[in-house]
């Protein structure tokens, strides 16, 4: 028998460290020469000028690459008109104005008062049926494990049951969920429903040391206009069945796989923030709007700095009345 071939080994990152090593040395220069910063000259000029601007970003979040991509535009002009002798100038503003920052720190306050602090106990997703199947009277959900669930072991799921418009919601099944990572998939077949009926799924969650959590109900088609039925498989409609368009039944039968991916996830501004880098310690702050312009403005600056954009930081600001300076412009403006 072969002896089995030698694991590849890992590919050198030697030209990836000289550049990295290149990047920081000459970013350093560019600080110590203050390369960026431009200054009205003190008698006659006649190198020529040239500014660029771009819109402020939004500061709800850290930048990303569609920032990058848009700022090499200002930054190449810059540097090209730099090069050619001129005085370029690049200022820069970060975006604070309106309504999605305090909106997200209002939104992250009622998580926590609703769940708990600062490891919230959250319930799972909200259900989404995935298949169902009049032929063997089922009709499968999908949702997913809650992302926090106040530092203790999920243990399962409970899944209740209505039938009728107007009956009591009663516990079907139990699925289990030992060791599952936060955000897992889950799906559950609730077999012996009745074609024809009306059903409301609601899954709650088993915590090990803490109280279940329930999850938002399933009781409307995916169009959400329509009580959710386990309606006849087109073969078996009539043309009466057609006509009137009962419609608010579960959808077809698909292949699960495909189904399963649509299963969404309920991302709360706790989840964005926790998937931004920052601790559950770190996140409680955020509930006051003037922390989120303490934080993101100066995380703005330090990857643009490591990006090496040419950016006279002597000329960048926040907006809004928070900068007082910004404020008066604005209000000057106006009047």
């Known amino acids: 028998m072969p002896a089995p071939a030698p694991a590849e080994a890992p590919k050198g990152t030697a030209r990836r460290d000289q550049l990295l090593e290149m990047q920081t040395r000459v970013q350093a220069k560019w600080e110590a020469s203050k390369a960026f910063e431009v200054?009205?000259?003190a008698g006659t000029w006649d190198?020529?000028?040239?500014?660029?601007?771009?819109p402020y970003p939004y500061m709800n979040g850290k930048l990303h690459l569609g920032h990058a991509f848009s700022l090499t535009k200002a930054e190449f002009a810059a540097?090209?008109?730099?090069?050619?002798?001129?005085?370029?100038l690049f200022p820069f503003a970060f975006h604070c104005t309106g309504m999605p920052i305090q909106a997200a720190a209002f939104k992250l306050k009622k998580e926590y008062?609703?769940?708990?602090?600062?490891?919230?106990?959250?319930?799972?997703?909200?259900?989404?049926?995935v298949e169902s199947d009049p032929d063997n009277s089922a009709i499968t959900i999908g949702w997913k494990a809650p992302t926090s669930t106040g530092g203790k072991p999920l243990t399962g799921f409970a899944i209740l049951v209505r039938e009728g418009v107007s009956g009591e919601y009663v516990e079907k099944a139990k699925v289990d969920a030992t060791g599952a990572e936060p955000g897992a998939q889950f799906s559950h077949t609730v077999e012996g429903l009745t074609v024809g009926s009306q059903y409301g799924f609601q899954v709650v969650t088993?915590?090990?040391g803490l109280p279940g959590v329930p999850g938002r109900k399933l009781e409307k088609s995916a169009d959400g206009k329509?009580?959710?039925?386990?309606?006849?498989?087109?073969k078996d409609?009539?043309?009466?069945?057609?006509?009137?368009?009962?419609?608010?039944?579960?959808p077809a039968k698909k292949p699960a796989a495909k189904v399963q991916a649509k299963t969404g996830g309920m991302m709360t501004q706790w989840d964005i923030l926790i998937s931004m880098g920052f601790s559950p310690e770190e996140a409680v702050a955020f509930v006051d709007p003037v922390h989120w312009l303490k934080v993101f403005p100066p995380l703005g600056k330090t990857d643009l700095l490591k990006l090496g954009v040419g950016v006279d930081w002597r000329r960048a600001f926040l907006t809004t009345d928070y900068n007082p300076y910004y404020d008066s412009f604005v209000r000057w403006q106006v009047r």
């Open 79 to 88: 540097a090209y008109q730099r090069m050619l002798g001129k005085k370029a």
């Open 39 to 41: 200054d009205a000259p």
């Open 47 to 54: 190198g020529g000028k040239f500014m660029v601007t771009f």
């Open 206 to 208: 088993i915590v090990d």
């Open 226 to 234: 329509h009580p959710l039925a386990l309606l006849a498989s087109k």
């Open 237 to 250: 409609a009539s043309k009466d069945d057609k006509k009137g368009g009962g419609g608010g039944g579960a």
């Open 113 to 129: 008062d609703a769940y708990g602090q600062p490891l919230p106990n959250f319930p799972a997703s909200p259900p989404e049926v």
